[in-house]
């Protein structure tokens, strides 16, 4: 069988052991590290979102996939990373308060580190106040926002608001991110940049911080 068809399958039964090492066997078998991530791992949790979507799969399931999902994802990390390690700058990352998905925002924080940005990772479920508060003391350039649930997005808005309120809006970027995120959604929220993957969110993070100065 396809190794990246065994990753995936491993991957929807939650075998986080066996994907670790299919993935470090993907490697050393010379297939790129983006090839493995999107058509091995990132495969396999389309196909638990969909079966979780019909009511095929349920809770427990999707999470041990998860589990399979982060620890697959961290054999890749180091090989994601670009050659050049200087600070690109600093953001702070977070998924919304009310929001427990981490995947996705996890995935962002690798690219992101890969590129030289210095993440502060503040965990899922985050009030605005904690995004802003952060940007303030840790001298963040950009805020970064995931949501995968359409009843977290408005959380984004409290965000660029608490921004706003604080004064800061004009000296830290918002940048927006997940599943049911839209382009036209940034807009309409005043936020700064969405991106709808991992890879295109960290490129224009270092866009953004470079043009900061
Ligand atoms: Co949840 N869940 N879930 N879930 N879950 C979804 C999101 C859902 C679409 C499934 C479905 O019904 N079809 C649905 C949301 C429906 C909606 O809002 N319209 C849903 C639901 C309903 C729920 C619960 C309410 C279920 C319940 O309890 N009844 C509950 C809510 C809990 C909560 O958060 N308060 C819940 C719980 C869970 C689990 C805990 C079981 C688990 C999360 C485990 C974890 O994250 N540690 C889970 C999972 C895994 C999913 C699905 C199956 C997969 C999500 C995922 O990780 N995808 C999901 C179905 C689906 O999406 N197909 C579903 C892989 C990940 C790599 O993609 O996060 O989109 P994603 O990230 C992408 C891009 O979006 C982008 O980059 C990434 C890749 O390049 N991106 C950004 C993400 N953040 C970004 C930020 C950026 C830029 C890009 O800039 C800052």
């Given at each position: 069988m396809d190794i990246l068809v065994e990753i995936s399958e491993n991957l929807q039964k939650g075998k986080a052991k066996v994907v670790k090492e299919l993935v470090g066997q993907a490697v050393e078998q010379g297939i790129p590290a983006k090839e493995v991530l999107e058509k091995g791992l990132l495969a396999g949790m389309d196909v638990i979102g969909e079966k979780f979507k019909n009511n095929e799969v349920f809770v427990p399931e999707v999470l041990v996939a998860a589990r399979a999902m982060n620890m697959g994802a961290s054999v890749l990390k180091p090989l994601l990373a670009?050659?050049?390690?200087?600070?690109?700058g600093k953001v702070c990352i977070g998924t919304v308060k009310g929001d427990l998905h981490d995947i996705g925002k996890n995935l962002v924080k690798m690219m992101m580190e890969g590129k030289g940005l210095e993440v502060v990772d503040l965990g899922t479920d985050v009030a605005p106040e904690t995004y802003v508060e952060t940007a303030v003391n840790q001298h963040c350039q950009i805020i970064c926002c995931s949501a995968l649930l359409t009843t977290t997005m408005p959380v984004m808005a409290e965000v660029v608001k608490a921004a706003e309120k604080a004064g800061i809006r004009d000296n830290v970027k918002i940048m927006i991110g997940g599943a049911p995120v839209t382009e036209a959604f940034c807009e309409q929220i005043g936020a700064d940049k969405y991106t709808p993957d991992a890879a295109s969110a960290a490129d224009a993070a270092v866009e953004l911080c470079r043009a900061a100065g």
């Open positions: 670009d050659g050049d390690q200087t600070s690109a």
